[in-house]
């Protein structure tokens, strides 16, 4: 499966983003999905992750209650809504996909993740 990450920008402190995966090649109804990002100078960090069917979602506790992770299986992508945004959710920001059964126990590993999408970029202002 193909990844294809869109959807950065560039905003003010407090505004919103939101993100899209698009998956090709396969069905992105195979695979969990996980976003994580990667700011200068740091090491890539998990943001977020949802299962196959969509029924469990994760969140690092930074992201908690501001961002929401979703997906459309229809339309072979997963969205990452990015509300009440900070200058230190500045990164770039991958999608990736597992198919793992590791996913359950290791959602926020990025071994689990067998494929990954080229990142966006996102800039918040203060």
């Known amino acids: 499966v193909q990844l294809q990450a869109s959807g950065g920008g560039l905003v003010q402190a407090e505004g919103s983003l939101r993100l899209s995966c698009a998956a090709s090649g396969r069905a992105l109804s195979r695979y969990a999905v996980g976003w994580f990002r990667q700011a200068p100078g740091k090491e890539r960090e998990f943001v977020s992750s949802?299962?196959?069917?969509?029924?469990?979602?994760i969140y690092e506790d930074s992201v908690k209650g501001r961002f929401t992770i979703s997906r459309d299986n229809a339309k072979n992508t997963v969205y990452l809504q990015m509300n009440s945004l900070k200058p230190e959710d500045t990164a770039v920001y991958y999608c990736a996909a597992s198919s793992s059964p590791s996913w359950t126990l290791y959602p926020r590993r990025m071994d689990t993740y067998n494929y990954w999408g080229q990142g966006t970029q996102v800039t918040v202002s203060s």
């Open positions: 949802i299962a196959w069917s969509g029924d469990s979602t």
